[in-house]
């Protein structure tokens, strides 16, 4: 991220976010700061830059009311992690197709979305919860993937020998 001493650090961001999300579980009732490492390092590992990681580690703030839209406004980060952050939350009674549209037009949050469906598809996380919830975010996170125009990890090569 930027060296300005104003700026919030990388690893600033990341306590923020763990101590907004402390309370937190997911479906499966794990830490949610699971989640947020996970979505973190896989932006990392997809090549992400340190704003993506921090979009990272924030992308689902807002959305889950651990912090206020209001916060991340004033916050010392980059512009570019605010509008990362935004166009990965979620908004009531938004069409799927209006939010896919949002992230892609949106410089670095695709990398975001993608590490983010990624973990949240993660077979082993699904395995853990009830078959109709498994069923239905399956669905769900293949839906968004397809409007990101993101193919489905393992899903098999197309070209024929």
């Known amino acids: 991220m930027t060296a300005s001493r104003a700026q919030l650090t990388l690893p600033e961001v990341e306590a923020l976010a763990r ?3 402390a309370a937190q579980r ?3 009732g794990r830490p949610y700061t699971e989640h947020l490492a996970a979505v973190a390092e896989g932006v990392r590992s ?3 830059s340190d ?3 921090a979009a990272a580690w924030l992308h689902d703030a807002v959305e889950d009311d651990a912090l206020s839209a209001e916060w991340l406004a004033g ?3 980059p512009q570019e992690v605010k509008d990362m952050v935004l166009a990965v939350t979620k908004r009531a009674g938004e069409e799927p197709e209006a939010y896919a549209r ?3 037009a949106t410089p670095g949050a695709l990398l975001v979305k993608e590490a983010d469906l990624a973990h949240n598809a993660d077979p082993a ?3 853990v919860l009830e078959p109709a919830t498994r069923t239905r975010l399956t669905a769900k996170y293949a839906r968004v993937r397809e409007l990101l125009g993101l193919t489905a990890p393992d899903a ?3 070209r024929q020998d």
């Open 19 to 21: 101590e907004a999300h």
């Open 46 to 48: 997809r090549g992400g």
């Open 125 to 127: 996380r699904l395995a």
């Open 102 to 104: 949002r992230i892609l």
């Open 75 to 77: 916050a010392a980060l």
């Open 156 to 158: 098999p090569s197309e």
């Open 51 to 53: 704003e993506q990681i």
């Open 26 to 28: 997911d479906k499966a």
